[in-house]
């Protein structure tokens, strides 16, 4: 079956350290989406990218980083310069003006 | 910048009885979506308004599109305890791909048995 998978679904850092994410989906989509969400809250995006070898910034990009070498592929860094990075992180991905397909999602938990 | 806002922010109803929840948003969309997310997992995509359709249906769910007044309602007929989940709606004001969509604070559904 076609999906999204997202690893870990928990992970656990100290302050101070980066933290990798792992996205992979193989729906064969052009786009993939990371998103934040906070308790309560809605999903704020965080990176996007509509091609391999591209990406763009969304509203909340300070503190993180990604790559995009393979299409199925969009792993998301968390720095040490995320000022708050405990979260809920999703990824999405989709197919030109379609809706988004998500991944389960990574919970990090940074004390 | 959060343009869609759900509303209530929590309903608890009786299993059998309609849940009904509202989205409102502030500028032109090109289409807008409504979305389900089950505790600590990811959103699920539910159904998807033109902003050339009044009312589209599937299954159980009912949604309504008014332009004039920047708002949608998700209606949910029959419940189920299986129906407890958030429900979030996206706008979409079209341009290229999902990087435009914004999502709302969402709005908490408990079915009770």
């Known amino acids: 079956d076609g999906g999204i998978t997202q690893s870990p679904k928990y992970l656990f850092r100290k302050e101070g350290q980066n933290v990798t994410l792992s996205c992979e989906q193989n729906?064969?989509?052009?786009?993939m989406y990371w998103y934040r969400q906070d308790p309560g809250q809605g999903l704020r995006l965080i990176y996007y990218?509509?091609?391999?070898?591209?990406?763009q910034k969304g509203d909340i990009a300070e503190g993180y980083s990604v790559s995009r070498e393979k299409k199925e592929s969009f792993p998301l860094t968390v720095t040490s310069a995320q000022k708050n990075p405990t979260a809920f992180y999703l990824c999405?991905?989709?197919?030109?003006?379609?809706?988004?397909?998500f991944g389960n999602g990574t919970r990090l938990t940074v004390t | 910048s959060q343009q869609g806002e759900e509303d209530p922010q929590a309903l608890s109803i009786q299993e059998g009885e309609n849940a009904t929840m509202n989205c409102s948003y502030k500028t032109s969309i090109n289409n807008l979506q409504w979305y389900r997310q089950n505790s600590g997992r990811g959103l699920v995509h539910l159904i998807l308004?033109?902003?050339?359709?009044r009312e589209k249906h599937s299954g159980r769910l009912r949604v309504t599109l008014d332009t004039s007044k920047k708002s949608s309602s998700l209606l949910i007929t029959a419940s189920r305890a299986a129906d407890t989940a958030s429900y979030f709606c996206a706008t979409d004001n079209g341009d290229n791909y999902g990087q435009n969509f914004v999502f709302g604070p969402g709005t908490r559904l408990s079915v009770l048995p």
């Open positions: 308004i033109r902003s050339n359709e």
């Open positions: 999405a991905s989709s197919r030109h003006n379609s809706p988004l397909h």
């Open positions: 729906l064969n989509h052009d786009a």
């Open positions: 990218s509509q091609i391999v070898n591209d990406f």
